[in-house]
């Protein structure tokens, strides 16, 4: 069927280190797929998306490239700060959005 | 920025209450839908609705589950008769439309806590 995997969490880095969040999905045909943020006591907010093979979507220095080949649109940052702590959810639109299980952030000073 | 407002932030129930949870959608989103996540573990589909009636439900939406859109801006979630598994935040959220495309833009959630 179709589904989202994240790698595990928690991610713990230091300020200004890089981030990636690894995301791999199974679907038949070609969803949209999304990267959502939740901070810490709100709700989740989109933070990017790619409708089509080899497209990059970018937001508030974050990106994250839909590659068809390897079925993964990973989560890339050059340098976090502290603000980024956050739980990033990889998610695909099928019709519904179908959700990884999440990957919590901690970004220490 | 528009937002989808949700209602109550935290309710607390007794196992076998009647539980009803309010969203106020984006004004003019047609499409809606409520998600939960249960602590720890993923964002889950629930329901989606549009044009007054359901599009799709998932199987965890069973008999205990009912949604409606009473009036042209709130959509409610409402859960006959609680099961202490039930205990999650919920998450409402709307879109323009369904396309594969679009985003959702969702709510702070309500965390239901059953007792």
């Known amino acids: 069927g179709n589904s989202v995997t994240q790698m595990e969490g928690p991610v713990t880095l230091s300020e200004e280190a890089f981030l990636t969040i690894n995301c791999t999905y199974t679907?038949?045909?070609?969803?949209?797929l999304f990267w959502y943020v939740q901070y810490p006591g709100e709700g989740l907010q989109l933070l990017l998306k790619?409708?089509?093979?080899?497209d990059k979507g970018s937001n508030k220095g974050f990106e994250a490239t839909y590659r068809k080949e390897t079925t993964s649109f990973h989560l890339e940052k050059g340098s976090v700060q502290v603000s980024d702590s956050a739980v990033y959810f990889c998610?695909?639109?099928?019709?519904?959005?179908?959700f990884g299980q999440g990957t919590e952030l901690s970004v220490k000073p | 920025e528009p937002e989808v407002t949700q209602t109550p932030s935290h309710q607390v129930t007794q196992m076998g209450q009647e539980v009803i949870l309010r969203c106020v959608p984006i004004?003019?989103?047609?499409?809606f839908y409520w998600y939960r996540q249960i602590l720890g573990q993923k964002v889950e589909f629930l329901v989606s609705?549009?044009?007054?009636?359901?599009?799709?439900k998932s199987e965890i939406f069973d008999d205990q589950f009912s949604v409606e859109r009473p009036d042209g801006s709130n959509f409610t979630l409402k859960i006959r008769s609680t099961k202490l598994e039930d205990s999650a935040m919920y998450f409402c959220?709307?879109?323009?439309?369904?396309?594969?495309?679009?985003?959702?833009?969702f709510g702070s959630g309500t965390r239901l806590t059953v007792v």
């Open positions: 790619a409708t089509k093979a080899d």
């Open positions: 959220a709307s879109s323009e439309a369904p396309d594969r495309a679009y985003g959702y833009t």
């Open positions: 998610a695909q639109n099928r019709g519904k959005l179908i």
């Open positions: 004004s003019n989103h047609l499409y």
């Open positions: 679907a038949t045909g070609y969803p949209s």
């Open positions: 609705f549009y044009n007054n009636e359901i599009s799709e």
